[in-house]
């Protein structure tokens, strides 16, 4: 049995030192994020579990396998958040946007995920991101991209070791026929699948 005074599996206490760190790379987000147009957002560490069901999809393994949801005393579902977007995109609909109207907002701060505890993983995990919503447009994409490599460099990660790799699910319409082209490449090996796998076919 763990000591009372250990944390939890895939948790991690954070000492001065590396609150230190903590710190500088927070304050380099809250420096540089702002000069591309985002405003900081907070939203609660706990939602509605439809927040997450509705934006995530019931199909994937976070929303099967991975998230913490519990009742409370008014007998709703709530579960902490497995990742940011949900509970922004949540916020900014609560908030409105005027159509054609651009909001621009990042966040960072605690997710939590009940996966296996692993190196690398956690389940308690701090994640930064930022969203752009209500506009369309390849120019956002390529902007947000340069944003995460002004953001890496800025924490002094040199080019060398910071790879750019852009790849493409192609167009919606190309999207069903290579999909139907794996599902009859994989169906005759069915039987020799995870049951996961065999749901996700």
Same mark, same amino acid.
């Given at each position: 049995m763990a000591a009372v005074t250990e944390s939890l599996p895939g948790t991690s206490d954070l000492h001065p030192e590396e609150c230190m760190a903590w710190r500088w790379l927070e304050s380099t987000a809250h420096a540089l994020?702002?000069? /591309?147009? /985002? &405003? @900081? $957002?907070? *939203?609660? $560490?706990f939602e509605r579990t439809d927040v997450f069901l509705r934006s995530i999809g019931d199909e994937t393994d976070i929303v099967q396998k991975e998230m913490y949801t519990f009742t409370d005393r008014g007998n709703r579902s709530l579960t902490l958040r497995p990742e940011g977007t949900a509970g922004v995109m949540r916020a900014l609909a609560h908030q409105g946007i005027p159509m054609g109207d651009e909001r621009r907002v990042y966040y960072l701060g605690p997710m939590f995920r009940g996966e296996r505890p692993a190196a690398g993983r956690k389940r308690q995990f701090h994640q930064?991101?930022?969203?752009?919503? &209500? !506009?369309?447009?390849?120019? $956002?994409?390529?902007?947000?991209?340069? #944003? #995460?490599?002004?953001? #890496?460099? @800025? #924490?002094?990660?040199?080019? =060398?070791?910071? !790879?750019?790799?852009?790849? =493409?699910?192609? *167009?919606?319409?190309?999207r069903e026929p290579v999909a139907a082209a794996l599902r009859a490449h994989f169906a005759p090996h069915i039987g020799a699948m995870c049951e996961d796998c065999q749901r996700r076919l």
């Open positions: 994020f702002p000069r /591309y147009g /985002y &405003g @900081e $957002i907070r *939203t609660p $560490i930064v991101g930022v969203e752009c919503v &209500g !506009k369309q447009a390849p120019a $956002i994409d390529v902007e947000t991209i340069q #944003l #995460l490599m002004h953001f #890496l460099a @800025e #924490l002094g990660l040199p080019p =060398s070791h910071a !790879k750019l790799h852009l790849n =493409s699910r192609g *167009t919606a319409a190309d």
